[in-house]
Nanobody, 122 residues
Framework: QVQLVESGGGLVQPGGSLRLLCVAS????????MGWYRQIPGKERELVAS?????????????NYADSVQSRFVISRDHAKNTVYLQMNSLKVEDTAVYYC??????????WGQGTQVTVSS
């Protein structure tokens, strides 16, 4: 089992920045992929960014981004803190959503956090 706790959401003006954090209850060395998804009412949850273990034993990994956030968002991880980050820059109104942290184990089991609200508005 993996418990995930997100934080860092809030209200920001267009063009601003936020950093989301996701703290896992166990070492993220044991987790194959960690990612951030987002969802707005009436729509399916969509992948924002993910980082997958590359076998290198470092905090780097293989990253993947949705086209809509490419070059604006950066996902990273810190194994020492069991934490994954999502740095969101140049935020747009359309980035408004509930953001969820996801962990997928090597056994292909998914775990989800409770979500954190991000609102981009002037």
């Amino acid at each position: 089992q993996v418990q995930l706790v997100e934080s860092g959401g809030g209200l920001v003006q267009p063009g601003g920045s936020l950093r989301l954090l996701c703290v896992a209850s166990r070492s993220i060395w044991t987790i194959y992929t960690m990612g951030w998804y987002r969802q707005i009412p009436g729509k399916e949850r969509e992948l924002v960014a993910s980082i997958t273990a590359d076998g290198g034993g470092t905090n780097t990994g293989v990253t993947n981004y949705a086209d809509s956030v490419q070059s604006r968002f950066v996902i990273s991880r810190d194994h020492a803190k069991n934490t994954v980050y999502l740095q969101m820059n140049s935020l747009k109104v359309e980035d408004t959503a509930v953001y969820y942290c996801n962990a997928r184990t090597y056994s292909d089991v998914d775990y989800w956090g409770q979500g954190t609200q991000v609102t981009v508005s002037s």
